[in-house]
């Protein structure tokens, strides 16, 4: 395959990281609740994926709870150094696994001292304020509390950057005005196409926007001309799609998870697909058919 010039870096925060990361959610335990099926396993993933290049690993302490941080830092530690590791607070776990907002100042401080101890740092790279009016998707409301909340530990030295989850435009204008928002991760694909206007508003101004389930929701199979272009370029329909968010926009960085090595290796291949411009307009069209 030719590379795609598309695909190199992008800044989040204080790093310069590849634009093709590792999202650590599906490491811990079915519904993201528990121990790994295999924890050796997933070790080897870790493993796998900075021996591969990934200096951008996307994880949260409310995975597992702690597990996955906990097997990030037993696979990883001591980190590469330039290695960024994103976490994510706003939430919490119920006995069930049942997903919970956390959003009190007490939470938030609680949270960022669980991520700090699990991933045995003394500071946390970027933290993700995830907005948890509904487990459903971004609700319009203010996030002024939390966020003035979370600005205090990265006063106090604890976090370095701070980004937004589940938000709205809206939001992220409010976010903006309260602190520097250096990345915005909201469900984007192929399909949910919802966020368009804001990736654009983004790019102007430098900030990194990162795509939770760049391939979930949507079932990419099942569509004719996903599968044409896959085809064409003798990779999966599941790659055309990766590729395909990389060179929508060059501020979007993607964090495709899996707990597989062949798996890992097939997602970070997706960064050598070129896509034509007539290979981007049917691409397009699947968004447009879908809205």
């Not at 993933?45 to 941080?69: K, Q």
């Amino acid at each position: 395959m030719t590379r795609n010039n598309n695909t190199d870096i992008f800044t989040l925060g204080s790093r310069r990281v590849k634009r093709l990361g590792y999202g650590a959610m599906q490491l811990a335990g079915p519904g993201v609740f528990g121990a790994p099926k295999d924890r050796h396993a997933a070790l080897a993933v870790l493993r796998e994926a900075i021996a591969l290049g990934v200096d951008h690993i996307d994880t949260s302490d409310f995975y597992g709870p702690h597990i996955t941080n906990q097997i990030i830092r037993e696979a990883l530690y001591p980190y590469p150094d330039d290695l960024t590791i994103v976490t994510k607070i706003g939430a919490r776990r119920d006995e069930k696994g049942g997903w919970l907002p956390a959003f009190t100042p007490e939470a938030l401080t609680q949270a960022v001292h669980d991520n700090l101890r699990n991933l045995q740092l003394e500071t946390l790279d970027v933290v993700n304020l995830r907005i948890m009016f509904s487990v459903e998707g971004p609700v319009e409301g203010s996030i002024e509390a939390p966020l003035t909340a979370l600005a205090e530990l990265q006063r106090q030295g604890l976090v370095k950057h701070i980004g937004l989850s589940n938000v709205t435009a809206a939001q992220v204008s409010e976010g903006r005005n309260i602190t520097d928002i250096v990345c915005v991760q909201n469900h984007y694909n192929l399909v949910h196409r919802q966020d368009d206007a804001l990736i654009e508003d983004l790019a102007r101004d430098g900030i990194a926007y990162v795509p939770f389930f760049p391939l979930g929701g949507f079932t990419p199979l099942q569509s004719s001309a996903l599968a044409e272009v896959a085809a064409s370029l003798n990779a999966t329909p599941m790659q055309v799609a990766l590729a395909w968010l990389l060179r929508r926009s060059p501020n979007i960085l993607l964090i495709p998870g899996t707990s597989s090595v062949a798996h890992l290796r097939e997602n970070l291949a997706a960064s050598e697909l070129v896509l034509s411009d007539e290979a981007m307009a049917a691409l397009n069209a699947i968004g447009g058919q879908a809205q």
